[in-house]
């Protein structure tokens, strides 16, 4: 149970967002459940917690890099612009993900955006400061490294299918993949309210033809949706229809 959290909105250049007292249980993170226990205190002295409201961007792409933030509760989506007047979602972020990684290197500035789908918190750490914790403790650094492998295999495997696989197939692979990573509600719904947008920006597609796909697969049962949700009724033709397009490609 987290007590007393008190938020104020502390705008300034860089995040301009409500900054909260005593959220954070400094354990629960990415940073903090991976560093040593005697490094705990130095981050519950430097770290930083910041509210969301729904809508409400984190960072945007091509902004300077002031640090790396860590999801406690809520979700977030990270996307990227594809062309003047649409977006890629790369992924959701919930609580424990790290965001703002792909910020660090030669050119310290965010390559995308992240905005919250619901109310979020984060945690926020300096950029001098996670580097000084990369030194510190090493096996932080090392499981660094292996977030980044695997992050760098599934974009490459999201970049394929992107250009590869067919509508239906990418669209059947995204409500897949939501319901593997939200699970479902009481009612059998994927456990996350997102918008038709979202789920065209998810697939890489547009929403006149997302809208095509969805009524054609509930109509003929494979889907149903609910308000922002969506119940599969039929995984294995979603999953037969991923299968089918990897098997061309």
Sequence with gaps: MYLNISCIFAPSKT????????????KSCYLCSRVMVDWLPAIAQKKKNFQLKKGEQLFTEAQPVGGIFFVFSGTIKVHKKWDNEKELIIRFATQGDVIGHLGLGKNPTYPVSATALEQAMVCFI????FRSSLKVNPD?????MDFFA???QESHERMRNLAHMSVKGRISNAILSLQSQFGTDNNGAIELDISRQDIASYSGTTYETLFKVFTEFINTGKITTQGKRIKVLDTSFLKEVVSDDNKKN
């Excluded at 300096?126 to 400061?129: K, N, P, S």
């Excluded at 932080?140 to 660094?144: A, D, G, K, V």
């Design 126 to 129: 300096d950029l001098e400061f």
């Design 150 to 152: 695997s992050e760098l």
């Design 140 to 144: 932080l650094t090392y499981q660094l």
């Design 15 to 26: 995040y301009p967002m409500k900054e909260c007292n005593n959220v954070c249980d400094v």
